[in-house]
Nanobody, 121 residues
Framework: QVQLMESGGGLVQPGGSLRLSCAAS????????MDWHRQAPGKQRELVAA???????NYADSVKGRFTISRDNAKNTVYLQMNNLKPEDTAVYYC???????????????WGQGTQVTVSS
């Protein structure tokens, strides 16, 4: 089994910054892509940012220039640095990771439990 543990959410004023972390642990041989999604009340979950094992990144248009995704492969951890936050960034943020398991080398997508980000004055 594999667990994804997220941290770093909270309440921040507009224009402020937060850094989210998501660490994968357990039966891991390697981790392929790692992503951040978010879901606001009454809206569908959307992809915010993605990063490959080689470090290539992709962002939603709404966060380009404000958010930065990065990862530490040695720690199986992905980060999301969020700057110049806006009220419309308020949502539950979820990480996911495509994991290759030890031994069997099977592939599976795992999700974190979510962390709340609230941007409000």
């Amino acid at each position: 089994q594999v667990q994804l543990m997220e941290s770093g959410g909270g309440l921040v004023q507009p224009g402020g910054s937060l850094r989210l972390s998501c660490a994968a642990s357990g039966n891991i041989f390697s981790v392929n892509g790692m992503d951040w999604h978010r879901q606001a009340p009454g809206k569908q979950r959307e992809l915010v940012a993605a990063i490959t094992s080689g470090g290539s990144t992709n962002y939603a248009d709404s966060v380009k220039g404000r958010f930065t995704i990065s990862r530490d492969n040695a720690k199986n951890t992905v980060y999301l640095q969020m700057n110049n936050l806006k009220p419309e960034d308020t949502a539950v943020y979820y990480c996911d990771a495509e994991v290759v398991h030890l031994g069997t080398r099977t592939l599976r997508l795992y999700w974190g439990q979510g962390t709340q980000v609230t941007v409000s004055s």
